[in-house]
T-cell receptor
Framework: GENVEQHPSTLSVQEGDSAVIKCTYSDSASNYFPWYKQELGKRPQLIID?????GEKKDQRIAVTLNKTAKHFSLHITETQPEDSAVYFC???????FGRGTSLIVHP | EAQVTQNPRYLITVTGKKLTVTCSQN?????MSWYRQDPGLGLRQIYY???????DKGDVPEGYKVSRKEKRNFPLILESPSPNQTSLYFC????????????FGPGTRLTVL
């Protein structure tokens, strides 16, 4: 089955800095790559996704890049704010397999 | 309001006592799925269903059963719970296929003593 590796497991930044979370996947047939944000005590919610025919997608301060040849994709958050503090999950494959999550801490 | 609901939200039970966690969605979604979330392990898929009467094993199906008799409901059944099934469980649904946004339920915190 699909194997999704996510790094780092914890990321600590100062408010206003950028944050980057990276994921790699193993199944070359994967064609859908969503990112979910889970705030403490709440359910995961989709923040951005990308499909295999697109290399980059942006939505205000967040962006996702995809390199299908290298089988990796990344989440970029610019101008981080304390409310960005949460656990972020990537997913890949035809039946979504999730990475283990990245705990992002944004210090005011 | 479009939503995914789960019941119960919290459950403490004992080893071997059969239980069912219900999941219901009102968005007419075809795809539904169950995940368990454990610290450091992320979201692991237990079972999924592409449509009514169609279910498939995910990555960690042992000790669980599901059924999909109606489009809106996807119950998770633990026939003989064990302590290693203590976890936070999420149900999710998406329209058409798993290649669309998944909407998650609020979660069920299960403790098996």
């Amino acid at each position: 089955g699909e194997n999704v590796e996510q790094h780092p497991s914890t990321l600590s930044v100062q408010e206003g800095d950028s944050a980057v979370i990276k994921c790699t996947y193993s199944d070359s047939a994967s064609n859908y790559f969503p990112w979910y944000k889970q705030e403490l005590g709440k359910r995961p919610q989709l923040i951005i996704d990308i499909r295999s025919n697109v290399g980059e997608k942006k939505d205000q301060r967040i962006a996702v890049t995809l390199n299908k040849t290298a089988k990796h994709f990344s989440l970029h958050i610019t101008e981080t704010q304390p409310e960005d503090s949460a656990v972020y999950f990537c997913a890949a494959s035809r039946i979504p397999t999730f990475g283990r999550g990245t705990s992002l801490i944004v210090h005011p | 309001e479009a939503q995914v609901t789960q019941n119960p939200r919290y459950l403490i039970t004992v080893t071997g006592k059969k239980l069912t966690v219900t999941c219901s969605q009102n968005m007419n979604h075809e795809y539904m799925s169950w995940y368990r979330q454990d610290p450091g392990l992320g979201l692991r898929q237990i079972y999924y269903s592409m449509n009514v009467e169609v279910t498939d094993k995910g990555d960690v199906p042992e000790g669980y059963k599901v059924s999909r008799k109606e489009k809106r409901n996807f119950p998770l059944i633990l026939e003989s719970p064990s302590p290693n099934q203590t976890s936070l469980y999420f149900c999710a649904s998406s329209s058409g296929s798993p290649h669309n946004e998944q909407f998650f339920g609020p979660g069920t915190r299960l403790t098996v003593l």
